[in-house]
Structure formats: C-alpha cells, structure tokens
C-alpha cells in the first residue's frame, strides 16, 4: 500500500512510503481492547491491597482502563512489517514496527522528535 509521509508542521515537505497494512479481524480487535484495559484493570486490582492510596488509585486505573480500552478498540487497521521510512526534518531513518493503529498513523522521529504522519494516498 502506497502511504503519504507528511509533517504536521510543514504540509509541503512529504514523501512516499511503501507498507504493507491490514485490516483488524473483529477477535483481535477484541484482543487489542482486552490486553490494554486489562492491564490497567490488573493495575486497579492490585491497588485495592495499597492503604489510603487505594481511595484514588482504583478509581484512576478503572477510569484509565476505559479510556484506553476505547481507543485500542478505535484500532482497526495493522502494520504487517518494518517500515523504514525517512525522517523528513533532520533526514535519518526510522523504523516503525508492526503495530495496530487507526489513520493516521502518527509517529516521532527519535531523532528529532518531530511529529510524522503516515496515511493512505
Ligand atoms: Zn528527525
């Protein structure tokens, strides 16, 4: 799939990038919503057992694990592979690994950390 690499910044400057991304079957996107809110629904349990603290700690987590359970479930789309795509600030490389994510795909240079977006002609 043909991707456009822009800068948030600067809409002039992009570039093509060549990726390969699929889209989400509905059990991993389940899968996807149940690894992140439960991580911090694991986190909220564990808070219970911590005195005085657990007051705002396990309201927090349980408030945190929604959240984040919703935008995993937003994810519907997956890189299937490295993708090396070029820093369009200070020119290094970059490499994203697979991950799932919803358009667009933004991103930082670790170089620079200016902010990158990836997303379908
Ligand atoms: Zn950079």
New binding site residues.
């Given amino acids: 799939m043909r991707l456009k690499c822009e800068r948030p910044s600067n809409l002039n400057l992009t570039s093509e990038v060549q990726a390969d991304v699929r889209s989400l079957r509905p059990d991993e996107k389940i899968r996807e919503v149940m690894k992140t809110g439960g991580l911090f629904f694991g986190l909220a349990l564990v808070s219970v057992l911590i005195p005085v603290f657990h007051f705002v700690l396990v309201p927090m987590f349980l408030l945190i694990a929604v959240i984040f359970g919703i935008k995993a479930g937003k994810r519907n789309e997956r890189l299937t592979q490295d993708v090396r795509v070029t820093?369009l600030?200070?020119?290094?490389e970059?490499l994203l690994k697979p991950v799932s994510f919803e358009w667009p795909l933004e991103f930082r240079?670790p170089?620079?950390?200016?902010p990158h977006r990836l997303k379908p002609f």
């Fill in positions: 820093c600030n200070c020119a290094s970059i240079c170089q620079c950390a200016e």
